[in-house]
């Protein structure tokens, strides 16, 4: 839950829409709770002793507030979408800045086709749990107390069956939770595994057509495709175990209400509006049970989806400025005095290994050497997209720590060995 308190501050930005959304499905709740009341003396009153008068009474009052609950409820849905759909874009927003501060190093850590899947498929499901999962949220615990006390109002001794029923409830709900709270995370892995193998086929389709792999690459593809099946098949044949469970629990309940409510009646203990009202009342309370056992599930996915875009959120730059950087390069001059390097603190060999080099300004100097023999990590190096692991980097004189580090990409050109062109102009991408 820690995940989904700190992802809650995202909400800040809709903080007013998603405060109005609450105070309109209260009022709903509401009127939807009193036509019970009134249904009550429609029965016992103007259908017992046949005063027309009352039923149109009573019945222009229900439907007053049916209306009413229906305005309510339309209103709150256009803000609640206003609400989530803002938290996710806030949410969005915040990822994609965060990525945009991250070291190459940090970006080591997490595959594109991942990082695309928490900025995408998991801001979608934490954006469909507050749109989706705000009304049975709110709506449920308010039924639950209001519907709870008023069916005690009428008939304390009809009411205590829902009390009885109610834990039996929580254990099915407890159960299905503890049990399907890993799958989903297995199931968004699988996600991020699916993505990783379409994106790599798309973007090496000219070599996967010109080696003829066709078929190696679909054997691929439906490798983790089955993969997604599964985790899917699993995780939904488990909380799908949800519903029946709470229909029995809940039919079981009405059966019993209107078994002990007729011996009421016939003993005169009871007149018949009232277990009408007592079994509307329950029917709503254990419809509120089963929409928070919804919610609950749909709470768990997000959990799972909160921890991965929290990953994002959390990770620090590893390259930073320091305190009062120098914000211009004086030249060109480059040195590399004992340098050496390795991607992660834990690897066995450097890939560089005590450099010392030096570049005069104006200097033309080619690096050569075989694939994969770090010529390209040698350049990073300069512009500060890694930092050396032992010894220095100067440009101009200076240490590269030492300077802003857009003031030095700035001054610092580069061709890549590989175009990368994005969409729009030519005029575009040369800028």
């Known amino acids: 839950m820690r995940e989904l308190r700190s992802i809650a501050r995202y909400l800040a930005p809709c903080r007013r829409e998603f405060l109005l959304a609450i105070f309109l499905l209260v009022i709903e709740c509401g009127f939807e709770l009193v036509i019970p009341l009134l249904m009550t ?13 009352i039923i149109l009474l009573q019945g222009g009052k229900m439907a007053a507030c049916a209306v009413l609950a229906l305005l309510s409820g339309l209103l709150y849905a256009r803000f609640a979408a206003r609400a989530a759909y803002g938290f996710g874009a806030a949410l969005r927003r915040a990822e994609y800045e965060k990525i945009q501060r991250y070291a190459f190093s940090n970006l080591d850590r997490f595959s594109a086709s991942s990082l695309v899947t928490r900025m995408t498929t998991d801001v979608t499901v934490m954006q469909n ?13 308010v039924m639950l107390g209001m519907g709870v006390g008023l069916s005690f109002l009428m008939n304390a001794r009809l009411a ?14 407890a159960l299905i939770v503890h049990k399907v709270g890993p799958l989903y995370s297995r199931q968004q892995t699988a996600v ?5 193998q379409i994106q790599e086929s798309l973007t090496g389709i000219r070599a996967v057509k010109a080696f003829v792999r066709g078929d190696f690459e679909e054997a691929q593809f439906q490798q983790v495709s089955q993969e997604l099946t599964d985790a899917s098949r699993t995780t939904f044949q488990n909380a799908v175990l949800n519903l029946p469970a709470f229909q029995l629990v809940m039919y079981s309940c009405v059966v019993l209400i209107m078994w002990f409510g007729g011996r009421l009646i016939i003993v005169g203990d009871m007149q018949v509006g009232e277990l009408t009202g007592v079994l509307s009342y329950v029917l709503q309370v254990m419809n509120s049970l089963m929409m928070i056992s919804a919610v609950f599930l749909q709470l768990t996915r997000s959990v799972a989806s909160a921890r991965r875009v929290c990953e994002i959120l959390d990770e620090e730059p ?5 305190e009062n950087p120098v914000r211009e390069v004086p030249d060109g001059g480059i040195e590399f005095k004992n340098v050496s ?11 560089l290994s005590d450099i010392n080099l030096s570049i005069k300004p104006g200097e033309t100097v080619g690096i050569l050497g075989g694939t994969g023999a770090a010529k390209t990590t040698l350049v990073q190096l300069i512009p ?9 980097v100067y440009v101009g004189g200076r240490d590269v720590r030492e300077y802003d580090m857009t003031a030095l990409r700035d001054a610092v050109g580069i061709v890549l060995q590989k175009n990368v062109l994005f969409s729009g102009t030519v005029r575009d991408n040369l800028r």
């Open 129 to 141: 749990a507050v749109n989706g999962g705000l009304r049975p949220l709110v709506r449920s615990p």
């Open 341 to 351: 390097f390795k991607y992660s603190a834990g690897a066995e060999e450097y890939v």
């Open 160 to 173: 205590l069956i829902f009390v009885i029923c109610a834990p039996i409830l929580g254990i099915i709900l």
């Open 318 to 322: 590893e390259l930073k400025n320091c």
């Open 192 to 196: 991020d595994h699916l993505n990783r």
């Open 41 to 53: 003396s429609i029965i016992d009153v103007g259908v017992a002793e046949g005063d027309v008068g």
């Open 384 to 392: 500060r997209l890694y930092d050396a692991t032992e010894g220095a």
